[in-house]
């Protein structure tokens, strides 16, 4: 048996994931519920979250599943106007907010210029929603500057999007005889693969197919200034 409180927080939660497809901010089920604080919000989703209603996603900042329902809800109540249903209005879909954060696992420095092995860490780089689409991503930050000219510079981080697949043209994490790893331009011709840099100072890299993998393409760039 859910409480009150609990009841009124699925259903706020529902609605919103239905709307929007985005998990409402701990601030605004503390104002839908008009609770005192978000303490009390916590509470709440523990107590969904232990009984089997929500889970929690993971490496999200914020997001929540709704698994199910009450096994006693009913269906939203209805009103009869001008012998026409019309349902309840729901609340507005909210923008997607500037914390929604999904921390990628960041696996060490990629070369943009001569390939070098992609060491693997237990790092995380915390990088907004907005930034990704859909698919698994994961962090390389960037070594060298073969490909300054499409943008790419040294410190950079590339966000990938985990694919074994890539067309010509695309940049790609392509990983070299199993054991280096290099950010470039993939380009098939004469039967061989060509990674191309982004730099008139580096000469294209050639290699037959089975030495390159696709370990990703190139999703999107952090930056940190200092």
């Known amino acids: 048996m859910l409480t009150a409180k609990q009841r009124e927080l699925l259903q706020f939660i529902t609605v919103r994931l239905e709307d929007s497809g985005i998990s409402p901010s701990f601030e605004e089920m503390k104002e839908a519920l008009d609770l005192k604080s978000k303490s009390g919000v916590h509470r709440l989703i523990s107590a969904l979250e ?26 939203a109540p209805r009103v009869r106007a001008n012998d026409n249903v019309v349902p309840l209005r729901r609340p507005e879909p909210a923008r997607q907010p500037a914390n929604d954060i999904i921390e990628l696992p960041l696996h060490g420095r990629i070369a943009a210029g001569v390939p070098i092995e992609a060491l693997e860490s237990h790092s995380t780089l915390p990088v907004p929603a907005a930034l990704l689409g859909p698919g698994e991503h994961y ?88």
């Open 139 to 226: 962090a390389l930050e960037v070594s060298g500057d073969s490909m300054i000219e499409a943008g790419i510079f040294d410190g950079d981080f590339a966000l990938v999007r985990k694919t074994d697949v890539a067309r010509d043209g695309e940049i790609v994490v392509a990983l070299v005889r199993d054991e280096e790893a290099t950010l470039k331009y993939l380009r098939r011709e004469n039967g061989m693969v060509r990674l191309d840099p982004a730099n008139g100072a580096y000469e294209p890299q050639i290699y037959r197919p089975g030495e390159v993998k696709v370990q990703g393409k190139l999703a999107g760039l952090l930056r940190r200034y200092h």
């Open 50 to 75: 232990e009984r089997g209603f929500i889970r929690r996603l993971p490496n999200r900042a914020r997001a929540l599943e709704v698994i199910r329902q009450p096994e006693d809800s009913v269906a």
